[in-house]
């Protein structure tokens, strides 16, 4: 669902005053631990319905992702490289809002494909050793669901306890002041019926009651399917909401932008019992050896989303922080995230980072800048790529695609739709992949659900997919070099100190292995040095660089960064 809102609660971070008005972390080194591939490897995301069209409907669908697995993985360092693929929903749905609104838990959209062809898609990654992630949406359901369409059928059907209903304060009037995510009252009345049901987004998604046992049964159920089927893991959407305070009390009001935020959402949201079935849903994934499940913690407080790991062991493998991704462009904005982040994980948690995904605008065009939007699309590559903790990509993100504007008539997000002309829509985030510069950017030989971004003719995979110094070729070098350092994939992280403003540099290492990461995040020079430690003296190669110089051997004692560089070294 949306993310669009920042917190209002920005974790504070302790820096020490340098010389020179220079800037140092007071020294903190986070250990890295284990290598399970959801920590080794890199996720791309893909938004089925844009990712590939293979039979001219307009629509992207299993089978064209089947048919550029090559492209996303085949082995060598000419595909992107990435370990694990994450699918939006692939579940009946009458498709409102993106699939985030289910009808049919057990079966794949036929927009999309078939099992039969879903069960190909899983054949064909697993022999490649990509792992495959399914989006799955536990707090609600479609309002054409069969469980939804019984259950408000009458006040005695079986499955009427299956959702949130409840009787108003009196006639006319919901049973609290609870505001849905989007807007307006969480509570839809049902003339039929003559009680409000419980829906924490759209009034057709209506919440499921978990605290009947039925549900939680029949949810569980769902997961078992899944997993027996193959799958390899989860992203939970939403996990934080599957539970409501039971006596429905008010939450206390306050400032803020929209009227969702004028409430302090202490009780319909992040229930202590939401993080038990976090519990619950991590003791069956755990049934199946490998398998993971990350999950989507919706709040405005980090706390919530770090809770959600548990002690790290018994929730959530990986927990979405969203504040990393809500940052502006600034080297100690990010520097400060993280740093939180590694300071507030439970002693066997595991961060996760990221910077796109089908609920935020694309990165190209909100961190970009004018002509300095390549340059810093390579830098904040480079850093959700090297820090400790698994990356999660977005399509299309690789090459730069922009944050589209798509106008009105075509919108297909009800949130676009209902606040236009305020751009908050998602539509843009989420248009096609641009493949070439043939007829709709080679994604379709239909007409496409969204309409392809203009970019397209000038920004292409084929385009850059020839040229050695384009971002989709940083991606993949940056990718494939992750997958053979184990000091990027596993390894600690140190924040180094004494850098100079604009900069964010950090050391990775594990057993004798030592890699450095200096971020410029200025359209200035900058110049540091790498300290020596016990384990080695100055001497680096460049591993990686924006500037090229790929292999040679530097003195780290003093570096100057170019303008907006990226530069990875490895101590020898």
């Known amino acids: 669902m949306a993310a669009h809102m920042r917190?209002?609660?920005?974790?504070?971070?302790?820096?020490?005053?340098?010389?020179?008005?220079?800037?140092?972390?007071?020294?903190?080194?986070?250990?890295?631990?284990?290598?399970?591939w959801w920590k080794k490897g890199v996720i791309y995301q893909i938004s089925v319905a844009s990712f590939s069209d293979s039979d001219a409907d307009g629509l992207g669908d299993l089978r064209g992702i089947i048919?550029?697995?090559?492209?996303?993985n085949d082995g060598t360092p000419h595909s992107l490289g990435a370990d694990a693929i994450w699918l939006t929903p692939i579940?009946?749905?009458p498709m409102l809002d993106f699939g985030y609104d289910v009808s049919d838990y057990l079966s794949i959209n036929p927009r999309f494909g078939n099992m039969e062809v879903f069960e190909e898609l899983l054949d064909a990654c697993h022999g490649r050793g990509i792992k495959v992630i399914m989006d799955m949406v536990l707090n609600h359901t479609s309002s054409e669901h069969p469980w939804f369409v019984e259950s408000r059928s009458s006040r005695?059907?079986?499955?009427?306890?299956?959702?949130?209903?409840?009787?108003?304060?009196?006639?006319?009037?919901?049973?609290?002041?609870?505001?849905?995510?989007?807007?307006?009252?969480?509570?839809?009345?049902?003339?039929?019926?003559?009680q409000f049901f419980y829906h924490a987004f759209l009034p057709f998604q209506p919440d499921l009651n978990w605290r009947n046992p039925e549900v939680r049964?029949?949810?569980f159920d769902v997961i078992r399917f899944w997993l027996d089927k193959g799958v390899d893991g989860f992203r939970l959407d939403l996990i934080n909401f599957l539970y409501e305070d039971v006596l429905l009390r008010e939450n206390p009001r306050r400032f803020g932008m929209r009227p969702y935020d004028w409430q302090e959402h202490l009780y319909d949201r992040s229930q202590p019992e939401s993080l038990e079935a976090a519990k619950e849903l991590r003791r069956i994934t755990d049934e199946y050896p490998g398998r993971m499940m990350m999950g989507e913690v919706y709040t405005d407080t980090p706390e919530d989303a770090v809770a959600y790991l548990g002690d790290g062991t018994d929730a959530l493998h990986l927990s979405f922080y969203l504040d990393f991704a809500q940052r502006k462009w600034n080297a100690g904005d990010f520097r400060?995230?993280?740093?939180?982040?590694?300071?507030?994980?439970?002693?066997?948690?595991?961060?996760?980072?990221?910077?796109?995904?089908?609920?935020?605008?694309?990165?190209?065009?909100?961190?970009?800048?004018?002509?300095d939007a390549e340059a810093r699309a390579k830098v904040a590559a480079a850093m959700t790529l090297t820090l400790r903790g698994t990356p999660i990509i977005y399509y299309g993100e690789e090459i730069g695609m922009p944050m589209s504007r798509i106008p009105r008539k075509m919108m297909d997000d009800p949130i676009g739709k209902k606040f236009w002309p305020i751009p908050v829509g998602r539509d843009g985030s989420r248009t096609p992949m641009q493949w070439s510069g043939e007829k709709n950017a080679g994604f379709s030989q239909g007409e496409p659900w969204l309409p392809v971004d203009s970019s397209y003719v000038e920004r292409n995979m084929a385009l850059q997919d020839r040229d050695p110094a384009s971002?989709?070729?940083?991606?993949?070098?940056?990718?494939?070099t992750r997958g053979k350092k184990p000091a990027l994939q596993c390894g600690n992280y140190r924040a180094l100190g004494g850098t100079p403003k604009g900069v964010y540099a950090y050391v990775r290492e594990r057993g004798e292995e030592r890699i450095a990461v200096m971020l410029n995040f200025v359209s200035r020079e900058r110049s540091l040095a790498v300290p020596r430690d016990e384990r080695g003296g100055s001497t680096w190669r460049i591993l990686l660089s924006t500037h090229g110089e790929e292999g040679a051997e530097i003195d780290a004692s003093l570096i100057t960064l170019q303008p907006l560089q990226a530069l990875v070294l490895e101590g020898i």
């Open 7 to 36: 917190w209002a609660h920005r974790p504070v971070i302790s820096f020490m005053a340098t010389a020179g008005g220079e800037e140092a972390l007071r020294g903190l080194t986070v250990t890295g631990r284990g290598n399970a």
């Open 67 to 72: 048919n550029n697995l090559d492209y996303i």
């Open 91 to 93: 579940n009946a749905s």
């Open 156 to 194: 005695d059907n079986p499955k009427r306890d299956w959702y949130v209903w409840r009787d108003g304060r009196s006639p006319g009037r919901p049973p609290n002041r609870w505001v849905a995510v989007v807007e307006g009252s969480a509570w839809q009345y049902d003339d039929d019926t003559r």
């Open 217 to 219: 049964a029949a949810m």
């Open 336 to 371: 400060e995230s993280v740093e939180w982040l590694e300071g507030h994980l439970p002693p066997a948690g595991w961060p996760c980072y990221y910077l796109n995904n089908h609920d935020l605008p694309r990165t190209y065009t909100r961190l970009g800048r004018g002509g």
């Open 471 to 480: 971002l989709l070729n940083w991606y993949r070098r940056l990718i494939w």
